[in-house]
Every structure is written in C-alpha cells, then in structure tokens.
C-alpha cells in the first residue's frame, strides 16, 4: 500500500488538484459531484456492490438544486435495489427551506438529510484530529423501488494516489457535457470495510476495488454547457479493474444535435497497480454494443423524457490497439435504470478478454445517458438486435428500411415495415423484438 500524505499536489502548479481541498465543495464552480462505488463480499460469502452520487448543483450561483443517489447491487441474484431524493426548486424556494445537502470547501465533509435519513461522507480524524490522508468515514441511507431499507457503513482508505482523468495529456481538465474545461480526477483501489443492510439481508462487508470519481463544473453539468438541453449531450462511462493490476476508465461522449456524433473527450485513463507506472491517456477506444435493453417505465426522470420507449447500449466490446485490449464487457444485474434528472442506468459488468495478448478479466461498472428513440436510432437498435441474435435475413430486410427512414420517406418505411419486416420479425417469436418494432412504427408515425 503506497504511503500517502496531506497536502498532495496532484497536477504541479494547479491548485484546483491540491489535496485535501479538491475533495471539497469548489464554491467558483456551479456543479461538484462525488461518486463512490465497489464490490462487497460479506463474511458469508454473499456479494454485492454499491454505487452512491452526491450531486451539488447552484445554477445561476444561487439556486439550489440537488440530489443524492444511492444502489446496492446483489450480484448472487441479478437484482438491485435504488433509491433517489431530490432538494429542487421550485418547492425548495419557500422562505423557512432547510436545505438538505451541505458540503464543506477545504476538505471532504458531505452529508444528505434524505426523507430515508441522512446519508454522509466526511474526512476521517487520527486520535489527534488530523486529517488521515485519503481516508473517510461513510454512511448511506436509503429505502428502495420495493420498500426495503437500505444502509451501508464503510470505512474507506486508499492504496493508490488519485489520477488526473487524461493522465498528464489532460491533466483532469478536459470537456464534458460540452463544457470545454471540466475538472476531474479519479481513484482507485480504495479499501472498504463495514456492514450492509438491506432489507432482511445484514452483516458485515469488505472489498479492495473501491472507486472515487469527482467532477466539478463551471456551469450547472446538466444542459448547462448546451443552452440547458439536458439530454443534448449524451455519454458512457465505465470503470474495470482488470486482474493485471490495470483499471481502465473511459469516457465517450456523443452529441444528440448531430446524429449522435462522437465528441471530445472520448478516451481512456488507464492507472496501475505497480507504483512505478505512471498512468497513461489513450483516446483510440471504440465499442460496438452487442445489445439493447428499453427503459422501465416504472422508472421516472425529473425532466419528462420526450417519449416512453427509449432504449440504452448494453452487452458490449471495448477495444483499445494502443493498449492491445479488447474486453468482452456482460452485465451482471440487468436493466438497473436509476430516476436521475434524464436517462441514466448504471451497473456492475464482468469483463473478460485480453491485454497485450495476455488474458484478464475484472469487475467493472458501466453507466450511460444515451437513450435511443428516433426513428433512425431504432432502426439501428433492430438491426444490432437481429444480428447478435443470428438472424441475419431479418436483419438484411431491416437494411432495406434504413434508406426510407433516413431519407425521410416516412409512408414507404411505415409500409415496408407492417408488411415486410414487422411480420418477419413477429416471425421469430422473440418479445423483445416485437416490441423494438411497435416502437419503431410509433416513432415513424410520430414523424408523418
């Protein structure tokens, strides 16, 4: 375990990475979010993993507008448990508002009076009252989508030093959600001991692939960088701590203005195990979704979603050259959909593959914002569909479709698909497909 001490200067010469102070609240900017997730082994043998979002937001410098996020993940059963509260205007403007979050500047000190409880996450003291470098206290409340309460106590200290997203090529300050200069860093393999309940499942947890994120914005992060188009600019991330020692953290953005286009940053900070090994940037990723799974609509966003049926990537394969890596990346609960501002499932994967030809697999957790539901963006869910399935005389009909569609010949496509594709779809006697084509057809009518 490396040594670590107060003050840590991250990024020479920029204050906004000197630690301890980059673990609190950044009063110049007007959204600071902190992410912790891991994978938890009771002594029972039983396994889990959590994710939890403290998320400060002032628009405007003044308004307060909050939330707190908190999953547990039952890795054993593929189920999952989340639970989201909110401190937003207009209801929090009343005179008397005690607000919910408070944050702290200098130092980690968060908490969250959620109607569950209060949730928190403070610095951890020595029996002097100093500050333990990297080290914390947390304590999360929650009640989820079923009833069951839900509480996890964990005392999390680090084995790695933090790393700047984009290593020394970026230096932490990069583009995200189309604002040209985000702030974030990043840490990994943090030590977490404590005790889980969930329901009428208890008892004492333990993990060593803990995970910190930590971004914070100029501008309110949702629609603030786009003209308060919250859904403009979509994403997918995901953390994989690999067993060579590697953890991979990886970004793709995509502008919804412009068919989805891929925009910067879009790339991946790879740190090690080996303290030797300084953490390295590659932006030459590339994923092909192998799958789709459609929203819940049990699941509701705080900004109405601009249809029902939406679809997000899934089962996929991420691949680097300069890192001589492809993982096969298989979801281990699925659908775990959490009511955020706008679209946002996230969950634990297990990859497996290989890195510079030698074998690796390892936990990871994989999140994305961007949901499919034009008629275009179906079309392309269909066929990914069809052919991860094999059908592929199903999926050349749907190739047929896609010049209608794109052409904006709405009457033909329509046709095409109630008398060609949707009856051989139908055909194959799959729900899933059957329902992708009902909402193709609903998104092209939506279009005449």
């Known amino acids: 375990m490396v040594a670590l001490q107060y003050p840590f200067e991250l ?25 912790l997730a891991g994978e938890l082994t009771a002594t029972s043998g039983r396994r889990f993993a959590f994710l939890t979002i403290f998320n400060q937001n002032r628009p405007g410098g003044d308004l307060v507008a909050d939330f707190h996020t908190l999953a547990f993940f039952d890795l054993d059963n593929g189920t999952y448990g989340t639970f989201t509260d ?82 020394s090529t970026y230096n932490g300050r990069f583009c995200c959600l189309a604002q040209p200069e985000t702030f974030s860093y990043f840490q990994t393999g943090m030590q977490m001991s404590g005790s889980l309940r969930w329901g009428t499942e208890s008892g004492e947890v333990s993990g060593s692939g803990g995970h910190i994120d930590r971004q914070w914005f100029p501008l309110p992060a949702g629609g603030g960088g786009t003209g308060g188009d919250a859904r403009a600019v979509s994403y997918e991330w995901r953390t994989i701590h690999l067993d060579n020692g590697a953890d991979v953290v990886a970004w793709r953005q995509f502008d919804r203005r412009h068919r989805n286009a891929q925009r910067g940053f879009t790339g991946a900070t790879v740190a090690y195990a080996d303290p030797g090994r300084e953490p390295v940037c590659v932006e030459d990723i590339e994923v092909t979704t192998e799958n789709y799974v459609r929203w819940p609509e049990t699941v509701r966003q705080l900004i109405k979603p601009p249809v029902a049926a939406r679809y997000l990537p899934d089962r996929h394969v991420f691949r680097s050259k300069s890192l001589g890596l492809e993982l096969a990346g298989t979801p281990l609960v699925p659908v775990p959909a959490h009511a955020l501002p706008v679209e946002y499932m996230e969950g634990p994967f297990h990859f497996v593959g290989t890195m510079h030809g030698q074998p690796v697999q390892g936990f990871g957790i994989s999140e994305k914002s961007l949901a499919l539901y034009r008629d275009w963006e ?67 009518s939506l279009t005449e």
């Open 86 to 167: 909110y401190d937003m205007p207009p209801k929090n403007m009343a005179p008397g508002t005690i607000h919910k979050m408070s944050a702290e500047t200098g130092l980690m000190d968060l908490a969250f009076d959620s109607r569950a409880g209060r949730s928190s996450w403070t610095a951890r003291r020595d029996a002097e009252g100093a500050l333990v470098p990297f080290g914390y206290d947390v304590i999360l409340m929650g009640v989820d989508q079923a009833g069951a309460e839900m509480e996890l106590r964990l005392t999390v200290s680090a084995s790695r030093p933090p790393v700047p997203v984009g290593a």
């Open 11 to 35: 990024v020479p010469g920029d204050p906004e990475f000197d630690f301890p102070a980059a673990e609190g609240v950044h009063p110049h900017c007007q959204s600071d979010t902190w992410f």
């Open 378 to 444: 179906l079309v392309d869910v269909l066929s990914t569909m069809l052919e991860d399935r094999g059908a592929d005389h199903e999926a050349g009909l749907v190739e047929t479709l896609r010049p209608l569609v794109d052409d904006g010949r709405t009457d033909e496509a329509l046709a095409y698909l109630a008398g060609t594709v949707g009856p051989a779809v139908t055909a194959l006697g799959d729900a899933d497909l059957v329902q992708i084509v009902d909402d193709l057809n609903a998104a092209l």
